[in-house]
């Protein structure tokens, strides 16, 4: 994750941008964290077809994604629940890859 | 008035930005990860000035706890606000019917919740003339109504668990 201060030039407009309060900056760092483990044990639980862990991950991302603003992980993690009701695995795999990739480049700007 | 909130929420970073959120706007936060820690407050501790409910919690989910909650005779008259990633009606629906205050679907930075907390949370003089008028049946309403006895907040089979184990 990039994040960048109100006051500094983004570093990479290229990359996806997401802009939070200021206040909950210093709840960033552990949100980021737990998003990324994440994807790895939904990306474990499929290898392993436990389309329930999947589901249940996928329903606390797309709320706590919508609570700090991050609308497309909340719209992946919708993706990844439904596809999970539905045993899709070749869906849940592409969203996988997708959010991985997002959350790697999203770069976040703090608001004031 | 009480100013402290009972926030049941299983996912860990959302019930963090809930609790400072909360706390900017005044608010003491009691936090309950799961049904169960949620049934072992409201057991032991005083009520609070309203009750947050995630509808998706481990063990015991929000529509069972709101169902305990109104029948309890020292919690039912509590506000309760369902909290939800999703908007689906019959989810709504079903809160509204079964005695919820609100339903706030989860946003960012939680603008519609603090709206709805400060609509509900008005001061006391300003509630007791809400209670008495023409206005207190909608979902809206503080409920006054208490049961004679005092159901168990337990999950139903929790009991016979229990028996089991002392046995």
């Known amino acids: 994750m990039n994040q960048t201060s109100p006051d500094q030039p983004i570093a990479h407009p290229d990359l996806p941008i997401v802009h939070v309060e ?3 900056e210093p709840l960033l760092p552990k949100f980021m964290t ?3 483990k994440e994807v790895v044990t939904m990306r474990e ?3 392993r077809q436990d389309f329930d862990t999947v589901r249940t991950i996928a329903h606390g991302m797309k709320g706590a994604g919508g609570s700090y603003g991050f609308d497309l992980v909340t719209a992946m993690a919708a993706t990844i629940e439904q596809a999970a009701k539905t045993a899709t695995t070749t869906t849940i795999a592409t969203e996988l890859e997708l959010l991985g990739t997002y959350l ?3 770069q976040v700007v703090f608001d004031e | 008035m009480s100013r402290t909130i009972l926030c049941v929420e299983d996912e860990q970073d959302t019930g963090d930005l809930l609790q400072t959120i909360l706390e900017r706007e005044g608010y003491h936060v009691v936090r309950a990860s799961d049904g169960r820690q949620a049934i072992c407050l409201i057991e032991t501790m005083q009520p609070p000035a309203l009750i947050l409910l995630d509808l998706v919690v481990p063990y015991v989910n929000g529509f069972e706890l709101l ?6 005779p020292d919690w039912g008259h509590l506000p309760i606000v369902m909290l939800s990633a999703d908007s689906y009606g ?3 629906q079903r809160a509204l019917n079964n005695g919820a205050t609100a339903y706030v679907v989860k946003q960012p930075g939680f603008q519609e919740l603090i709206q709805t907390l400060n609509r509900i949370l008005v001061p006391a003089s300003t509630a007791k003339q809400t209670l008495a008028g023409p206005t207190g049946s909608g979902p809206d309403a503080l409920r006054v109504k208490r049961p004679r006895q005092r159901p168990s907040m337990r999950p139903p089979g929790a009991r016979a668990q229990n028996r089991k184990k002392a046995a």
Do not use: C, E, S, W
């Open chain 1, 22 to 24: 200021q206040d909950f």
């Open chain 1, 34 to 36: 737990n998003r990324k």
């Open chain 1, 45 to 47: 639980a499929l290898a």
């Open chain 1, 104 to 106: 790697d480049r999203v």
């Open chain 2, 67 to 72: 169902t305990g909650l109104r029948a309890n």
């Open chain 2, 90 to 92: 019959p989810d709504i």
